[in-house]
């Protein structure tokens, strides 16, 4: 008579039984460990990704990168693609709630943790988030876009030149963390043309070793603006209040490029009253033609920064707003040691870069027509989006 045990079944049958569980469970356990591991690999390669000196400059600028300077990087982007690969960007996401109080410094935080958000989510979103692969490549095919960045080798800070965005004042603050002293070059504009000899402009150094070093390791720096607000400060100041021969050069060229006669520079008042080289509505009709711009190979002043400074390729340490400029400043400065230079950025003697109002922006938006201001927004939507800046404000047409 065959054993039962308590529950009924025979003893031969309770061990087949058994048998078969522990072959399930041996199965269950080997699917379990394959999928841990797989996952565990690739989340460390994603984790080392991330902290490597190559990872830790990322971003791409975006699909259709036109002129920089003197190159056409749409042109070069494209026939170099290979040096650069789309890294998903990491989400970044905010201090949670807390009831405990926050200072400035704190407040200084959070917008930096947000910037950053915004320009991660912007690349993402259009799948142009880039890590570079092939430095030395980069570095050759970008040669001219280097003349936009400056550094500081004791504070091992790299920050990049947006004209028309507090350039002045942070490069008088690169220029005494260089050693600068001579009170002519920080009290008058003599910085611009110092710093553009200076060997303390990336574009300046021959060895390209340094160069990848500085732009894989260093902290930086990126200062940014509204776009219409930049290229209403660049037009006043180019073309409108304080023109010389370089800009009127500039505004001939613009008018040839238009099919009108070049004798009209300097012959016209704007609406701010003063004898403009070219009208407003000139200056963004060249500036929002990108074949045109790349033809005549554009000014740093009317190129969108997500072109100057690679927002998608580089992943800045520090993100400044000229609309929070006094805060976010002296909280950039305090981190890298050197809070005291702050007064070099508001410093008199050169551009103040100043916020246009609102009543600036809608008198110069006024002189445009609805098809000028979209080609305004498509030429500019990139920095719109990377620095969540509202296109409404303006009341630029969506489509």
């Not at 356990?29 to 990704?49: C, E, K, P, Q």
């Not at 201090?95 to 915004?118: G, H, V």
């Not at 016209?268 to 070219?278: N, Q, T």
């Amino acid at each position: 008579m065959t054993a039962m045990d308590e529950r009924g079944f025979s003893i031969p049958n309770k061990c087949r039984s058994l048998k078969y569980m522990f072959f399930a469970c041996l199965i269950l356990s080997a699917l379990v460990t394959y999928v841990y591991i797989n996952n565990v690999f690739h989340s460390d390669r994603d984790f080392l990704n991330s902290i490597s000196p190559v990872a830790s400059l990322l971003r791409a600028g975006r699909k259709d990168v036109s002129s920089i300077g003197n190159i056409n990087t749409s042109q070069a982007a494209s026939e170099h693609l290979h040096v650069l690969q789309y890294v998903p960007r990491k989400k970044i996401t905010e201090r949670p709630p807390t009831t405990e109080l926050c200072d400035e410094e704190c407040q200084w935080e959070r917008r930096q943790i947000r910037y950053k958000a915004d320009v991660n989510q912007a690349c993402d979103l259009n799948n142009e988030a880039r890590q570079i692969t092939n430095w030395a490549e980069w570095v050759k095919v970008n040669e001219l876009v280097l003349q936009s960045f400056y550094f500081s080798d004791k504070h091992k800070t790299i920050y990049c030149e947006v004209p028309k965005s507090a350039c002045t004042g942070m490069k008088r603050v690169f220029y005494v963390m260089n050693g600068g002293k001579d009170k002519k070059v920080l009290t008058k504009m003599n910085i611009h043309p110092h710093s553009f000899r200076s060997n303390w402009r990336l574009s300046n150094e021959k060895s390209v070793k340094k160069v990848i070093e500085r732009l894989k390791t260093y902290k930086s720096i990126m200062i940014v603006r509204e776009p219409f607000a930049r290229a209403v400060s660049g037009y006043q100041d180019k073309f409108d209040l304080r023109p010389n021969g370089f800009w009127k050069d500039w505004a001939k060229t613009m008018l040839k490029s238009e099919g009108k006669d070049p004798s009209l520079v300097g012959t016209r008042k704007d609406i701010s009253g003063h004898k403009a080289l070219v009208t407003f509505e000139e200056f963004i009709t060249f500036t929002t033609n990108t074949s045109v711009v790349n033809k005549y190979r554009g000014d740093q002043h009317w190129i969108p920064i997500a072109e100057i400074c690679f927002p998608c390729q580089f992943n800045y340490d520090f993100i400044i707003k000229i609309e929070n400029m006094k805060d976010d400043v002296e909280y950039t400065l305090k981190r890298i040691g050197e809070e005291k230079l702050l007064q070099y950025m508001f410093e008199k003697g050169g551009h103040e870069t100043k916020s246009s109002n609102s009543s600036s922006k809608e008198a110069y938006l006024s002189q445009l027509t609805p098809d000028l201001v979209l080609a305004f927004k498509d030429r500019f939507v990139k920095d719109y989006h990377a620095f969540n800046y509202s296109m409404d404000v303006l009341n630029l047409p969506q489509r």
